[in-house]
């Protein structure tokens, strides 16, 4: 395994760490729009709609593009259970940790995953850790210690979510990695995650409550609601008429189901990514979109913080900005 990646390879996997990039954070710009409704509280349904609709896009081109190849591998859903398994348990205590951190300290210490992630890819794929990684991995964990010291919110039911949230975040990315395979392209393996995430997603949705409401309002057509319709339904009139009008809204619409197409953007680049550089690049690529929401807080806040968190956030960025282009330059093909 070479050290250094061919200049064809290199330009791909800046392609695909562009790709995710950009898919990223427009879904994080789609879904501030969503989730900046008053009247629109369902984390669970939303996520369940954004992977129907990424699956019914994703089918769809698989069927009609001419070179592509729709076929369902069994085995290969057996296989993918487990890293969705972990994705579903990512999601779920990344809202628990922000019942008790603030989400500017769940970000720092979420930057603990890509760590985890070059660490065990090195025991566990033989990939290289450079010096210069080793170095950036120093700073993160320095800035990690500063935001802990000086967290005067410190919760030990936060960190422990936190610590759940990293490790799954870990298990995750590895557990996805050895799903691949050169029989399917980075298309068919979005195909079957999102079929698998969408089986345990949904359920959990509809036994959490939100997909429901949800659904039932997004095919109402009508500001009329029927009287026994709506004392069976799970949420007030009021509120039902609020979300109602909310959902009518053309722009809300666009943003809503353009969130799925965004999240179908994801799950290809995400494979595409895994198999031109490692899952390390990958995390950290993750870390750095959340980059820019650390440095807007602290210039919002900047008169109230102590000299030290803003330490922490020039340690955390440099960390990353660095640590980022070494592993998309100087990496090892995966195994």
Same mark, same amino acid.
């Given at each position: 395994?070479?050290?250094?990646?061919?200049?064809?390879?290199?330009?791909?996997?800046?392609?695909?760490?562009?790709?995710?990039?950009?898919?990223?954070?427009?879904?994080?710009?789609?879904?501030?729009?969503?989730?900046?409704? !008053?009247?629109?509280?369902?984390?669970?349904?939303?996520?369940?709609?954004?992977?129907?609709?990424?699956?019914?896009?994703?089918?769809?081109?698989?069927?009609?593009?001419?070179?592509?190849?729709?076929?369902?591998?069994?085995?290969?859903?057996?296989?993918?259970?487990?890293?969705?398994?972990?994705?579903?348990?990512?999601?779920?205590?990344?809202?628990?940790?922000?019942?008790?951190? *603030?989400?500017?300290?769940?970000?720092?210490?979420?930057?603990?995953?890509?760590?985890?992630?070059?660490?065990?890819?090195?025991?566990?794929?033989?990939?290289?850790?450079?010096?210069?990684?080793?170095?950036?991995?120093?700073?993160?964990?320095?800035?990690?210690?500063?935001?802990?010291?000086?967290?005067?919110?410190?919760?030990?039911?936060?960190?422990?979510? !936190?610590?759940?949230?990293?490790?799954?975040?870990? !298990?995750?990315?590895?557990?996805?990695?050895?799903?691949?395979?050169?029989?399917?392209?980075?298309?068919?393996?979005?195909?079957?995650?999102?079929?698998?995430?969408?089986?345990?997603?949904?359920?959990?949705?509809?036994?959490?409550?939100?997909?429901?409401?949800?659904?039932? *309002?997004?095919?109402?057509?009508?500001?009329?609601?029927?009287?026994?319709?709506?004392?069976?339904?799970?949420?007030?009139?009021?509120?039902?008429?609020?979300?109602?009008?909310?959902?009518?809204?053309?722009?809300?619409?666009?943003?809503?189901?353009?969130?799925?197409?965004?999240?179908?953007?994801?799950?290809? *680049?995400?494979?595409?990514?895994?198999?031109?550089?490692?899952?390390?690049?990958?995390?950290?690529?993750?870390?750095?979109?959340?980059?820019?929401?650390?440095?807007?807080?602290? *210039?919002?806040?900047?008169?109230?913080?102590?000299?030290?968190?803003?330490?922490?956030?020039?340690?955390?960025?440099?960390?990353?900005?660095?640590?980022?282009?070494?592993?998309?330059?100087?990496?090892?093909?995966?195994?």
């Amino acid at each position: 395994m070479s050290s250094v990646l061919p200049l064809k390879d290199n330009r791909r996997a800046l392609f695909a760490a562009l790709l995710y990039s950009v898919s990223s954070t427009l879904l994080n710009l789609a879904n501030k729009v969503v989730f900046s409704k !008053a009247s629109f509280n369902f984390p669970w349904g939303t996520i369940a709609i954004q992977n129907i609709v990424s699956l019914l896009a994703l089918a769809s081109y698989l069927i009609i593009a001419p070179q592509a190849t729709f076929r369902l591998d069994f085995d290969l859903l057996r296989r993918l259970v487990f890293p969705m398994w972990c994705f579903c348990l990512f999601l779920y205590s990344n809202a628990n940790a922000l019942r008790f951190v *603030s989400l500017p300290v769940l970000t720092v210490l979420k930057s603990f995953a890509p760590l985890g992630v070059s660490i065990m890819e090195v025991l566990f794929f033989k990939d290289i850790l450079t010096k210069d990684a080793v170095f950036c991995m120093i700073m993160v964990v320095a800035s990690n210690y500063v935001t802990a010291y000086n967290d005067v919110e410190f919760s030990p039911e936060g960190y422990a979510w !936190a610590g759940i949230n990293v490790a799954s975040n870990i !298990a995750y990315l590895l557990t996805l990695r050895r799903c691949l395979s050169e029989n399917y392209d980075s298309v068919q393996l979005a195909l079957h995650s999102t079929l698998v995430s969408s089986m345990l997603i949904v359920p959990i949705s509809v036994v959490h409550g939100d997909f429901p409401s949800l659904v039932y *309002s997004l095919l109402e057509t009508s500001q009329k609601y029927d009287v026994q319709r709506r004392r069976e339904g799970t949420m007030p009139l009021r509120d039902l008429c609020s979300l109602a009008l909310t959902l009518h809204c053309h722009r809300f619409r666009i943003f809503f189901f353009g969130s799925g197409l965004l999240a179908a953007g994801i799950s290809i *680049s995400t494979f595409w990514c895994l198999a031109e550089t490692n899952g390390s690049t990958l995390s950290f690529l993750g870390a750095m979109n959340k980059v820019s929401l650390r440095l807007a807080s602290e *210039s919002k806040v900047a008169s109230g913080r102590e000299p030290g968190e803003r330490l922490e956030a020039g340690q955390w960025s440099i960390g990353l900005l660095r640590l980022r282009f070494t592993k998309l330059i100087v990496c090892g093909t995966p195994s």
